[in-house]
């Protein structure tokens, strides 16, 4: 089972165990209506005064078992929160359309919507003839793409040309990159699936493209896509996207160590960016994958963007 798989599940049957922890440690366990996001997260209501909440606000960890009455289970682990704003307005939406019935309930200030987005989770199967139990693949696997998956490449690049931040992350814009021939795409997926010199590793979930980045070899006295001549041969981070529900998942930081991984097989020993000054979010994500301002600023087609490096 995978996250989509585990998605259907929850939403198939509408309700759990849900085992808290009460204030003398010992477990509490309520038996609730809940659903799921598109992004995996279980989500249900309860009262503002119920116990739950409280144990919540004290220990954020949860136990939830959904199924068993067909004799397939789904014991899951995670963290629960109270969710705010756009983080809010998706889980109220994936509430709503299991119960539809509870709309104004929801909007009743005595009514909390939980969250719980899992760390673990196991399916199992004892429906006569069959006794099995598997641990649900629950992040997005991160691979080299693929010479023939030209298609999907070029779809998720048009999706992160249109991203919000698209202006200040991406040199190209979705204009130019929309009108450009299908072999443009056929080439640049086929070097980047099986290149010395270029990689793009994807994040794959269930069968959707969830993110990406593609590295460059960059030789010494080579000139870079900015037209600089390069000093010390390093390799260069580009086209770096993370669909927005799976922000802030950790998806980031494992895609840089791939991209990483391959560029210290190829014999360089630095992993160089360019970044626009107001893109905050990257810089954030950067820096806690161990990159630092090398001190070079310079302005490109999207203004101005400073360097950042780190050592392989
Ligand atoms: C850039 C991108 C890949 C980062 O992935 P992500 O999952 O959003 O990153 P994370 O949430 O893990 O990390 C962002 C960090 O910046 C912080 N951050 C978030 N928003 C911020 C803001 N507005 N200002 C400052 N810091 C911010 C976060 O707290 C986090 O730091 P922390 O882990 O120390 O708390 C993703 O946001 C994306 O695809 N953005 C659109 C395209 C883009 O900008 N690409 C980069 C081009 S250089």
Redesign the pocket.
């Known amino acids: 089972m995978d996250r989509h798989e585990l998605v259907e599940y929850v939403r198939a049957r509408k309700d759990g165990i849900v085992s808290t922890i009460g204030p003398d440690g010992s477990p509490q366990a309520a038996y609730l209506g809940l659903t799921a996001t598109d992004g995996g997260d279980l989500v249900f209501d309860s009262h503002a005064s119920a116990r739950k909440i409280a144990n919540l606000r004290r220990d954020p960890r949860v136990a939830v078992v959904v199924g068993g009455a067909d004799r397939t289970t789904l014991q899951c682990e995670g963290i629960a929160d109270v969710p705010v704003g756009a983080e809010r307005e998706a889980c109220a939406r994936a509430y709503l359309d299991a119960f539809p019935r509870f709309q104004a309930s929801l909007a009743d200030d005595g009514i909390v919507l939980v969250r719980v987005r899992l760390h673990w989770a196991r399916f199992g199967d004892y429906r006569p003839g069959t006794s099995s139990s598997e641990d649900v693949e629950l992040h997005p696997s991160v691979r080299r793409v693929r010479a023939d998956e030209w298609e999907t490449a070029r779809d998720l690049r048009l999706d992160?040309l249109r991203?919000e931040?698209?202006g200040?992350?991406?040199l190209e814009t979705f204009e130019h990159a929309s009108a450009a021939p299908d072999q443009l795409y056929r080439d640049r997926t086929a070097h980047a699936a099986d290149g010395d010199e270029v990689a793009q590793f994807v994040a794959v979930d269930g069968g959707t493209w969830v993110?990406s980045v593609t590295v460059l070899v960059q030789r010494a006295g080579s000139v870079d896509y900015h037209g600089t001549t390069i000093e010390r041969s390093r390799a260069a981070l580009v086209g770096?996207?993370?669909r927005p529900d799976?922000?802030?998942?950790?998806?980031?930081?494992r895609l840089v160590e791939t991209a990483a991984d391959w560029s210290r097989a190829r014999g360089v020993d630095q992993l160089a960016?360019?970044?626009?000054r107001d893109?905050?979010?990257?810089?954030?994500?950067y820096?806690?994958a161990g990159f630092a301002p090398s001190g070079v600023t310079f302005t490109s087609s999207i203004g101005p963007e400073i360097e950042m490096v780190r050592a392989l």
């Open positions: 992160a991203d931040a698209a200040i992350a991406f993110g770096v996207y993370v799976q922000r802030g998942t950790g998806l980031i930081d960016l360019g970044v626009h893109n905050a979010r990257a810089q954030g994500a820096r806690r």
